[in-house]
C-alpha cells in the first residue's frame, strides 16, 4: 500500500495527461508532489526548455513497432526493432539523430543494408550510406533488445500484465523514434507474446496469428497520424466487450477490463461514453479515429488518452460512477492531444485545458448551467491549490505538469468562449479542430482561429486577440478586484455608480492590469434582474449605467465566468445630493442608503475647498449654507462613513449664489446744511440708467451729479457747491425702477 502511494506520487509528476486524482488532503498532497517533482520534472522541464528541433532535417512517414516481449522475464523485451519511413527534409541529408534509452541497440540498417550509428546517451546518431535529397524517402531499421527503465513495465496484476505509457517523453524508453510530440505518423504495432495474454493497441486490429513456442502475434494498425506519446500496447488475460457509438460514422468502441469486472465496466461505461461523444461530436467535430476504447491497467494514475484505446487504472471502474469525470476528460483527449497534438510540452494546456474543460461541457450538457458551475467549482479549487503553491503562465508552466494547465486552462476557455460567445466560440472550436486535424498546433495557431471568429469591439479590433492570450496564457494569476455600487435617482432615471479597483500584486509575472469584461447581475425591487457589464481595462475604474428602475441588490459575476477574486466593499448603495440658491445662502439636501454613520460636508468653487460644518452630518438631511465668501458658482462634496469604517464620495451639480439687490436709496446728503461740499450716497437696486440732479425750489435744473450707465450697489459721490447761492435744493435720483429725492441747505 505504501508502495502504491509513494508510486502515485512521483508517477503524477511526470504524467501530464490525466486528471489527477481527488487527494484526501489536497495541499499537503501537493507538497508531496512537490517534493517528488524536484528530482526529475526539473530537469525535464530543463530539457523541454532547451530543445533544439534537431530533427527538422527530416521527418517521419510511418511507424513500425515489432516487439517480442517475455512477461515475467528479463530482458522483458527480448527481441524487437522499429522501423522508420522517413523523409528528407534538406538535400545530401547524410546522417539523421533518434533517441532510444536505456536499451541495447544490436543493428542498425537503412533501406535493409547494416550502417554504422553512435550512440550518445539516448540519441542515436545514424550515418546514412547514401546521402538523401529532399524529398527522399528511406528506412530506418533500429533492432535492439532489453529491459525499459521506464515507458514499458510488467507488473504481478491480474496474473501479469505488460503495459506502457510513454508521456511525456519516455516513448523512446520502449521504442525507437524521434520522441517529441508533433513528431506524428500512422503507425503499426506488431506483438508477439505467451498465448495467455490478450493484446490491445492503437487503431484496429489487423490480425492475430499463431506462432511457434505456444505465442501469438498481434498486430495493431491506426490509419491516422499519431504521436509517440500516445503510442500504447496492453497485454494481460483480458474480458473484452464492445459497443458502438452510432455519430457521424459507426465507430466501434473497445473495452478491455480484468475478469470479473464486466458488471461495473457496463455501469461505469455504457452510458458515459457514448453520450459524451455524441456531445463532443456536436461541438467540436466528427470522431477523429476509426475506433474508441478504453483498458485498464495498473497505471499509477487516473487514466491516459492513448489514441483510440484509453488506458486506465483499473480501481477506477468501481461500477457506481465516481470517477466518470475522468472517462469523460481522456474521451475528450481523442478530439484535444490526439487528432490536435499540442506542438511540444510548453503547448501542454492546449491538450490539459480543452480535455479539462470538456469535463465542464459534458456537465453542462446533463445538468444544464448548474452543471457547469459545479464542475467549474471543483476546477476552481484546484487551480487554487496549483496557483497559491507557484503561480506560473499556462504557457511553459512550472511544474510543467501542475494543477494550472489543467484546471486554469479550462477556466481560460470558460473566459474565452463567454467573450466570444457560445456559437462564434464553438464554430470557431470547430475549425481550429479541422484545421489542425491529425497534426499538431501552438497558443498562437488557436489564437490565430479566435481572430478570425471574434467580432473585436470597441476596445481591440477583431483581429487582435494578443490582449487575452498575453495576460491568461503567456502570463500568470487572475485579477483581484475590490469594487462597490451605490446608485443615484430613483425609478426610470435610476443610475448605478460601480466603483472597482484591481489589488492583485505583480509577483510571479502576474500583470499589473487584466483586462476584462466584467459582468454584474442588477436585481431590481420589486423583481426583474438584468446583467450590464464594463470593460475594465484599468487599476481603478468607476462606470456609470442608466437602470430602468430601484435596485434591490447588484453581484458581481453572476453567470460564473470570470476567473477571479473579488470583494464587495458595498456599504454605502445609494447617494445622491442636490443644492438650490437661496436669498441668503445655498440649500444641500442629500440622502443616503446602506450603513451609514455620518456625512461630510464641503463646498468647493474655482479656488478650492473648504468644509463647509465641522461635525458629522446626518445621513440623510438639509444644510444651509450660509458662510459664501460672496457671488459665485459652487458645487459640494459628501463623503458618507459607512459602519464598516468605508467611506463614499459623491458630489452635488452646481449652483450658482447671488446676492440680493439692495433697495435703492437715496441718503440725506451730509453735512446738511452745508457751505462748501457734501458728499450723497446711494444705493442702486439693479445696474441701468440713473439720473441724479439737484434742482433750485423753482424747478430749474442747477446741477447734474450723475448720468449714465451704473452698476448696482452703493454708489458715493462729492460734490462742490461753493458757486451756488444759499438757499434750499431738491437732489433727485432716478433709475428704470423709480425716483427718490432729499433736500439740501447750502448755507453762507
Ligand atoms: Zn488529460
Known amino acids: 500500500m505504501r508502495y502504491a502511494v509513494i508510486a502515485l506520487l512521483l508517477l503524477a509528476v511526470l504524467a501530464p495527461a490525466h486528471p ?6 489536497p495541499a499537503d498532497w501537493w507538497n508531496q508532489v512537490l517534493a517528488g517533482r524536484a528530482i526529475k520534472s526539473l530537469e525535464e522541464a530543463a530539457l ?24 515475467g522475464s528479463s530482458p522483458l523485451i527480448a527481441d524487437a526493432y ?3 519511413e522517413l523523409e528528407s527534409d534538406l538535400d545530401g541529408l547524410n546522417e539523421i539523430v533518434l533517441e532510444i534509452a536505456d536499451l541495447t541497440v544490436d543493428q542498425v540498417r537503412v533501406n535493409s543494408v547494416p550502417t554504422t550509428w553512435d550512440l550518445d546517451g539516448y540519441e542515436l546518431t545514424v550515418d546514412l550510406p547514401v546521402p538523401m535529397d529532399e524529398g527522399f524517402l528511406f ?42 510530440n508533433y513528431e506524428k505518423a500512422p503507425a503499426t504495432i506488431i506483438v508477439t507474446i505467451d498465448d495467455d495474454y490478450d493484446v490491445t493497441s492503437n487503431g484496429h486490429l489487423v490480425s492475430d496469428v499463431p506462432v511457434s513456442g505456444g ?9 491516422d497520424a499519431i504521436a509517440p506519446y500516445l503510442i500504447m500496447l496492453s497485454a494481460t488475460d483480458y474480458s473484452h466487450y464492445r459497443d458502438y457509438f452510432y455519430g457521424d460514422a459507426t465507430i466501434p468502441i473497445d473495452y478491455y477490463v480484468y475478469p470479473g469486472m464486466e458488471d461495473d465496466a457496463h455501469a461505469e461505461f455504457d452510458y458515459v461514453v457514448p453520450t459524451c461523444m455524441e456531445v463532443f461530436e456536436d461541438l467540436f467535430g466528427s470522431y477523429p479515429f476509426e475506433r474508441a476504447g478504453y483498458s485498464v491497467s495498473p497505471l499509477p494514475y487516473g487514466g491516459m488518452e492513448h489514441q483510440t484505446c484509453i488506458s486506465l487504472l483499473a480501481s477506477l471502474v468501481r461500477g457506481d460512477g465516481h470517477y466518470y469525470a475522468i472517462f469523460v476528460h481522456e474521451m475528450a483527449h481523442m478530439w484535444w492531444g490526439d487528432a490536435v497534438t499540442a506542438h511540444t510540452w510548453v503547448e501542454c494546456w492546449l491538450n490539459e485545458g480543452f480535455a479539462t474543460y470538456s469535463e465542464v461541457i459534458y456537465d453542462e450538457d446533463q445538468d444544464g448551467d448548474q452543471g457547469r458551475r459545479d464542475r467549474l467549482q471543483i476546477h476552481r479549487n484546484r487551480y487554487d491549490i496549483g496557483d497559491n503553491n507557484n503561480r506560473s503562465p499556462i504557457y511553459d508552466p512550472n511544474p510543467l505538469f501542475g494543477y494550472l494547465p489543467y484546471y486554469k486552462g479550462s477556466w481560460v476557455l470558460n473566459m474565452l468562449r463567454h467573450l466570444m460567445g457560445d456559437g462564434d466560440f464553438y464554430a470557431c472550436l470547430a475549425d481550429y479542430q479541422a484545421d489542425r486535424l491529425y497534426s499538431w498546433a501552438t497558443t498562437e495557431i488557436l489564437k490565430n482561429n479566435t481572430e478570425d471568429f471574434w467580432d473585436g469591439n470597441e476596445h481591440h479590433s477583431d483581429s487582435d486577440m494578443d490582449w487575452f492570450f498575453d495576460q491568461w496564457v503567456y502570463l500568470a494569476g487572475h485579477p483581484e478586484y475590490e469594487w462597490f455600487y451605490w446608485t443615484t ?12 479597483d484591481q489589488v492583485q500584486s505583480t509577483e510571479h509575472e502576474t500583470p499589473y492590469v487584466f483586462e476584462m469584461p466584467v459582468d454584474f447581475g442588477v436585481d431590481y425591487d420589486g423583481g426583474g434582474d438584468e446583467v450590464v457589464t464594463v470593460w475594465m481595462d484599468e487599476r481603478s475604474q468607476e462606470f456609470e449605467i442608466d437602470l430602468d ?18 470583494e464587495d466593499h458595498t456599504a454605502v448603495d445609494h447617494a445622491e445630493a442636490h443644492v438650490s440658491a437661496l436669498e441668503d445662502g445655498l440649500l444641500v439636501d442629500w440622502d443616503t442608503g446602506g450603513d451609514v454613520v455620518g456625512v461630510e460636508l464641503y463646498r468647493r468653487d474655482g479656488l478650492g475647498e473648504a468644509k463647509v460644518h465641522e461635525l458629522l452630518l446626518p445621513a440623510a438631511g438639509r444644510y444651509l449654507d450660509r458662510s459664501l465668501p460672496g457671488e459665485g458658482s459652487y458645487s459640494y462634496r459628501l463623503v458618507a462613513h459607512a459602519a464598516d469604517g468605508t467611506t463614499l464620495e459623491f458630489s452635488t451639480e452646481s449652483a450658482d449664489w447671488r446676492a440680493p439687490g439692495e433697495p435703492l436709496a437715496l441718503a440725506t446728503p451730509f453735512p446738511n446744511p452745508s457751505s462748501d461740499q457734501v458728499t450723497v450716497h446711494f444705493n442702486l437696486s439693479g445696474s441701468g440708467s440713473v439720473d441724479l440732479a439737484a434742482y433750485d425750489l423753482a424747478g430749474r435744473r442747477v446741477a447734474t451729479l450723475a448720468l449714465g450707465d451704473l452698476a448696482a450697489g452703493r454708489h458715493e459721490l462729492t460734490w462742490n457747491i461753493q458757486d451756488l447761492p444759499a438757499g434750499v435744493y431738491i437732489l433727485r435720483l432716478t433709475t428704470g425702477g423709480g ?6 441747505v447750502i448755507a453762507r
Open 20 to 25: 489527477p486524482i481527488e487527494p484526501e488532503d
Open 48 to 71: 523541454y526548455a532547451e530543445y533544439e528541433p534537431l530533427a527538422e532535417n527530416y521527418h517521419t512517414i510511418h511507424y513500425e513497432l515489432y516487439l517480442v516481449l517475455d512477461p
Open 82 to 84: 522499429t522501423e522508420l
Open 139 to 180: 528506412d530506418v531499421r533500429v533492432e535492439y533488445h532489453g529491459d525499459p527503465s521506464d515507458g514499458m513495465w510488467y507488473d504481478t496484476a491480474n496474473g501479469g500484465i505488460v503495459y506502457t505509457c510513454g508521456c511525456p517523453s519516455a516513448s523512446k524508453n520502449w521504442f525507437c523514434c524521434w520522441d517529441q
Open 215 to 223: 505465442r501469438h502475434r498481434v498486430t495493431f494498425e491506426t490509419r
Open 489 to 500: 435617482g430613483s425609478g426610470p432615471d435610476t443610475v448605478l455608480h460601480l466603483h472597482l
Open 549 to 566: 428602475g430601484d435596485v434591490e441588490s447588484v453581484e458581481f459575476d453572476p453567470g460564473y465566468w470570470l476567473l477571479c477574486d473579488h
Open 739 to 744: 425716483a427718490l429725492t432729499q433736500r439740501l
